[in-house]
């Protein structure tokens, strides 16, 4: 029972330190008290606060009277800010008033609404529930803050979902970091507005006809940040102000990533990356997956121990004299027979519950007569993650590793019990802080590398991620999931809503992670010349190139692009060709990074990001944009072979059912023979097919002819896109010859960007711009003057101009503005 205190004869004590509230009781003539950065005051049985982050995000903070609240939030990097803002008192009603909120708060029962400056209805509060909850001993309280959404307002966001949705209405999610979910208790409305919910505990998300929740397991209080974008960009923008900006990746790490479930020893690892030059095909990732270091006992060593890699230090400079980069797969969790965790142990920093490995034996199913003892790691313990960073650096980095790929983040939790989450860490319990653990352990390598060199980029491939994790110069992956066309299909709304959370960097396993089923019946010990996965394979790495990592990864069936064939084959063809696409993008993808991290924009684009009037991209889950040029409109389903069907738990990943889907014979198939598509085209521009120039207006659906070869793939008006020289790695051939097609039919802006492509020097301001203009009306193409510099910058160029009517022409470029008129 909540009583109800008189807030009017309290006196408060609050320290303005950022992040942190301590309220006790004070005294003031008023129903509130107006402070520097907010206002305190009470409703019904509640405190409550209003904190302001800037004119257009609040932050609302609610708990029962005669209780405090205190919080440091693991997410939020800014600070409450100073701003100007009105209040107002009618009977029972606070209005606030901001340069762009309006923000009315019912004192009696503590709910609040908000609205634009012009009186647009935003969102409006649906009150808060706090029960009582005894978390590991620890007296405190579940809470509930609900909303009211219109009916037909969409919201996206969330995370990374596997339920193959784009908007997120009609759903009841139980948010806890699993293998193939990742979660982040955000969502953004088409109305232009978000809501972070600051609780790392397992959260539910419930949206029906009655209320939009969220609801915690444990929680001093409610709080949650709400913000105003006016649009989806804004609300990113919004978002990454809060949480932080996105750091700049690597150029090579835009390039093709060539792994599997894994090379098993030194010498395996290197010819992969041999074979790939001696068939000229790009390549600039190769990954090396778990066991380096030995069997089970000596999980996540840190240390090349395996006496399959006899010489650690000879397999990087191997690799790197190929011009390739070598990733190496980290874990949350250590085996007793590991330095990190002998030394972690002595000090309590090893959790209990199980985790993978659960056997020491390589058996599957697990042998548990033979358990391996590997336990999670306190990631939340900054010793803990001195010693996690202490290891890695002796033992890996400073062999000259360039990447991190640090699976398990979320981590792995198996065979769960509730009381696993009385687990004692650091910050307390370890359902308190759940749902952030893989923030604070990549943020954790992050934060260790940066300090130990600003020479090489921090890049980091991951399996769980939360909000603010793009700080970290961190790409999350989607977990394992199934190499079937179903999982292929959720990848898309999947990516483009973890996209929405603020967090850019996404990717999935190309192929699908789990494809055994596609061994079956084949004279080869792999599946790689199975009809049915090649279909897969090609159609989801045709997806890959347009996402912001080009990764091919999985168990089972081998990836390299001479497992499917050779050249000359359509298979092999049609994979070689769009690597060389994504490579001959790079100095496309690699200006929207500088777009992503300068202006918070975004790689994948959901539709209505851009084409917000038109209604029908709503919801639509099978397109978006790449960068504000490309709309991609990859094949989600089988046209030559019989689909598979895979289901997965969605918990571990592991345990499988299977059934094939009538369709075509999987044998004798020939990828070359045309097919067609459907395909919609957003209303309020032109579209230009990339493949033929073929101009067509949008707003309508149309039938696209492919093959094996090709996706539906079209150009928006008002495009200048450069493309780069044929290499087989990122950095092989300057950009001094490049070619910008300009797609008329609107004025077109475009910021070309370089800088030295792998260390921390961009921060400094060493790096260039060179903006450029198409000018609708007179056909003119403005290449602006350079803007800064850096060393090794490219002084002078040639750019070869085409437009999609055939006209070309070549300028030499010194730095300074020209103007080209066709």
């Given at each position: 029972m909540i009583t109800r205190i008189n807030f009017k004869k309290i006196k408060a004590y609050i320290i303005m330190a950022p992040l942190v509230f301590i309220t006790g009781q004070y005294a003031n003539a008023q129903s509130y008290k107006k402070t520097d950065t907010g206002l305190i005051f009470s409703a019904a049985d509640l405190n409550m606060e209003v904190r302001f982050y800037g004119s257009h995000t609040v932050r609302i903070i609610k708990y029962p009277?005669?209780?405090?609240?205190?919080?440091?939030?693991?997410?939020?990097?800014?600070?409450?800010?100073?701003?100007?803002?009105?209040?107002?008192?009618?009977?029972?009603?606070?209005?606030?008033?901001?340069?762009?909120?309006?923000?009315?708060?019912?004192?009696?029962?503590?709910?609040?609404?908000?609205?634009?400056?012009?009186?647009?209805?935003?969102?409006?509060?649906?009150?808060?529930?706090?029960?009582?909850?005894?978390?590991?001993?620890?007296?405190?309280?579940?809470?509930?803050?609900?909303?009211?959404?219109?009916?037909?307002?969409?919201?996206?966001?969330?995370?990374?979902?596997?339920?193959?949705?784009?908007?997120?209405?009609?759903?009841?999610?139980?948010?806890?970091?699993?293998?193939?979910?990742?979660?982040?208790?955000?969502?953004?409305?088409?109305?232009?507005?978000?809501?972070?919910?600051?609780?790392?505990?397992?959260?539910q998300f419930t949206d029906n006809i009655l209320k939009t929740s969220f609801s915690s397991e444990v929680g001093e209080g409610v709080d949650y940040y709400f913000m105003y974008g006016g649009n989806a960009d804004g609300v990113v923008a919004s978002m990454r102000e809060l949480t932080g900006n996105v750091s700049m990746s690597p150029l090579w790490t835009y390039g093709f990533w060539q792994s599997k479930e894994r090379y098993k020893s030194q010498s395996?690892?290197?010819?992969?990356?041999?074979?790939?030059?001696?068939?000229?095909?790009?390549?600039?990732?190769?990954?090396q997956d778990w066991q380096y270091w030995g069997n089970n006992y000596q999980w996540n060593a840190m240390d090349f121990i395996s006496p399959d890699f006899p010489d650690a230090k000879k397999m990087i400079t191997d690799i790197h004299g190929m011009n390739a980069h070598l990733s190496v797969s980290i874990w949350s969790s250590f085996g007793p027979m590991t330095n990190?965790?002998?030394?972690?142990?002595?000090?309590?920093?090893?959790?209990?519950?199980?985790?993978?490995?659960?056997?020491?034996?390589?058996?599957?199913?697990?042998?548990?007569?033979?358990?391996?003892?590997?336990?999670?790691?306190?990631?939340?313990?900054?010793?803990?993650?001195?010693?996690?960073?202490?290891?890695?650096?002796?033992?890996?980095?400073?062999?000259?590793?360039?990447?991190?790929?640090?699976?398990?983040?979320?981590?792995?939790?198996?065979?769960?019990?509730?009381?696993?989450?009385?687990?004692?860490?650091?910050?307390?319990?370890?359902?308190?802080?759940?749902?952030?653990?893989?923030?604070?352990?990549?943020?954790?390598?992050?934060?260790?590398?940066?300090?130990?060199?600003?020479?090489?980029?921090?890049?980091?491939?991951?399996?769980?991620?939360?909000?603010?994790?793009?700080?970290?110069?961190?790409?999350?992956?989607?977990?394992?999931?199934?190499?079937s066309w179903e999982s292929l299909r959720n990848q898309v709304p999947a990516g483009l809503n973890f996209t929405l959370t603020g967090n850019p960097n996404f990717n999935s396993d190309i192929g699908g992670f789990f494809a055994g089923t596609y061994k079956k019946g084949w004279n080869e010990s792999s599946g790689s010349k199975n009809p049915m996965f090649q279909e897969l394979y090609v159609r989801w790495?045709?997806?890959?190139?347009?996402?912001?990592?080009?990764?091919?990864?999985?168990?089972?069936?081998?990836?390299?692009?001479?497992?499917?064939?050779?050249?000359?084959?359509?298979?092999?063809?049609?994979?070689?060709?769009?690597?060389r696409l994504r490579y001959s993008l790079l100095p496309y993808i690699y200006s929207v990074s500088w777009d992503v991290s300068k202006n918070q924009s975004s790689f994948m684009r959901m539709l209505a990001m851009d084409f917000s009037t038109d209604k029908k991209t709503w919801n639509m889950n099978s397109e978006y944009m790449f960068g504000k040029s490309f709309l991609v409109i990859p094949i989600l389903n089988a046209q030559y072979t019989p689909e598979k069907i895979l289901k997965t738990n969605e918990q571990n990943g592991w345990d499988k059912k299977e059934e094939t889907k009538k369709g075509p014979s999987a044998t004798d198939v020939d990828f070359t023979q045309n097919k067609t598509v459907k395909v919609y085209l957003p209303s309020g521009s032109i579209w230009y097919d990339y493949w033929t120039n073929t101009k067509y207006k949008g707003g309508q659906e149309i039938e696209k002819t492919v093959n094996i070869h090709s996706i539906p793939l079209y150009i928006k008006d008002g495009s200048i896109i450069p493309f780069g020289p044929d290499v087989q790695y990122a950095t092989e051939k300057k950009w001094d010859n490049l070619t910008l097609k300009v797609y008329p039919g609107s004025d077109a802006d475009f910021i070309l960007y370089e800088d030295e492509f792998d260390n921390y020097n961009y921060e400094k301001g060493d790096y260039t711009e060179i903006p450029m203009h198409?000018?609708?009306?007179?056909?003119?193409?403005?290449?602006?003057?350079?803007?800064?510099?850096?060393?090794g910058m490219i002084e002078k160029r040639n750019f070869n101009i085409i437009l999609p009517d055939g006209r070309q022409k070549t300028v030499a470029y010194s730095g300074r503005n020209i103007k080209v008129e066709f």
């Open positions: 009277a005669g209780k405090s609240f205190v919080k440091k939030s693991w997410s939020v990097t800014k600070q409450e800010q100073r701003i100007k803002f009105t209040v107002a008192e009618k009977k029972d009603i606070l209005l606030v008033k901001t340069d762009a909120l309006k923000i009315s708060i019912n004192t009696k029962n503590g709910e609040i609404d908000y609205t634009t400056l012009s009186g647009k209805q935003l969102l409006k509060e649906k009150g808060c529930d706090f029960k009582s909850f005894n978390d590991a001993g620890q007296q405190t309280y579940s809470v509930t803050q609900s909303f009211q959404l219109e009916k037909d307002e969409p919201i996206y966001g969330l995370g990374i979902l596997q339920n193959g949705k784009l908007s997120q209405r009609n759903q009841d999610i139980r948010m806890v970091q699993n293998n193939t979910w990742d979660f982040v208790p955000f969502f953004q409305s088409l109305k232009g507005y978000g809501i972070f919910w600051d609780n790392e505990s397992p959260t395996e690892i290197v010819d992969v990356v041999k074979k790939y030059r001696d068939l000229k095909v790009p390549l600039d990732g190769i990954i990190p965790y002998r030394e972690m142990d002595k000090k309590g920093m090893l959790f209990n519950f199980k985790t993978w490995p659960e056997s020491g034996r390589e058996v599957w199913p697990p042998d548990m007569n033979y358990p391996s003892g590997v336990r999670v790691y306190d990631a939340y313990n900054p010793e803990a993650r001195d010693i996690y960073w202490k290891y890695l650096n002796k033992g890996v980095f400073s062999l000259g590793v360039d990447s991190w790929w640090m699976d398990s983040t979320e981590p792995d939790h198996l065979s769960q019990k509730p009381e696993d989450l009385d687990t004692q860490t650091y910050l307390g319990s370890f359902r308190k802080v759940r749902n952030a653990y893989p923030l604070i352990a990549v943020g954790g390598v992050y934060d260790h590398q940066r300090a130990t060199t600003s020479d090489k980029r921090v890049f980091i491939l991951t399996r769980s991620a939360y909000a603010g994790q793009q700080r970290y110069g961190a790409n999350t992956w989607s977990g394992d999931v199934n190499s790495l045709q997806y890959g190139t347009f996402t912001p990592m080009m990764r091919s990864h999985g168990t089972d069936v081998p990836r390299e692009i001479y497992q499917f064939g050779k050249r000359g084959e359509p298979v092999y063809d049609a994979i070689e060709k769009f690597i198409w000018n609708n009306k007179s056909h003119t193409l403005t290449i602006d003057s350079r803007k800064g510099k850096y060393k």
